[in-house]
């Protein structure tokens, strides 16, 4: 009976998730599932998306001879925010005008962005090894919510799992949600992993 719950899961294009409660052997398409994508940022609610998958769907995707042979691998993206070489400027009324940045500047921010993504997917291979899990990392640069949709496509994914930062309606309205986007484009189903609110961010 919870194995035929499973795949009627696994069949709903849309999946969010509160208060995760799931058993491994509950867990949505743990039977067929065989890529798994988490997208991961600065945010807590991310890295606390990564761990529930971990913990929920380590029988798939464990670095033993069964798992290999299944195929399960867990692939782990983080997406840095596009460099604009210019900002506007104001230069009088109704004009702008294109202020460029010196390349020491630029040099500089880069170098920082690569940084920043090293020691998220360091962190998050370490989750990942810990419980001897079958992972790759990736690192795409642009907007977050179209650059994960674009690799759910490109890397044909069975199950992606993005974090909800928890934004408030006003937040929301102006900048969007990376996971209520994806929730709408990718083309995959999709887990979203509220956490609990003390560790929100």
């Not at 867990?74 to 004009?95: E, K, M, R, W």
């Not at 490109?154 to 199950?159: E, G, K, N």
């Amino acid at each position: 009976m919870a194995e035929d719950q499973g795949t009627a899961a696994m069949e709903t294009s849309k999946v969010e998730e509160k208060q995760p409660e799931t058993t491994e052997a509950e867990a949505p398409g743990v039977t067929t599932t065989k890529r798994i994508m988490v997208a991961i940022d600065e945010s807590d609610s991310s890295f606390y998306a990564l761990q529930w998958v971990i913990d929920h769907f380590s029988t798939l995707l464990m670095t033993t001879e069964g798992a290999e042979a299944e195929g399960g691998l867990l692939t782990v993206i983080h997406v840095q925010p596009p460099f604009h070489h210019f900002a506007p400027f104001p230069a009088g009324p109704g004009a702008t005008a294109a202020v460029y940045p010196p390349s020491l500047m630029i040099e500089s921010v880069k170098k920082t962005q690569q940084e920043t993504s090293a020691a998220l997917l360091s962190r998050a291979l370490q989750m990942c090894r810990a419980k001897q899990i079958r992972s790759e990392t990736l690192v795409f640069e642009g907007e977050a919510k179209e650059m994960i949709c674009q690799a759910v496509e490109q890397m044909h994914v069975d199950l992606l799992v993005v974090g909800s930062r928890g934004l408030g309606k006003i937040r929301r309205a102006f900048i969007g949600s990376v996971s209520d986007y994806c929730a709408h484009h990718a083309n995959c189903p999709i887990l979203i992993v509220k956490p609990p609110k003390e560790t929100t961010s």
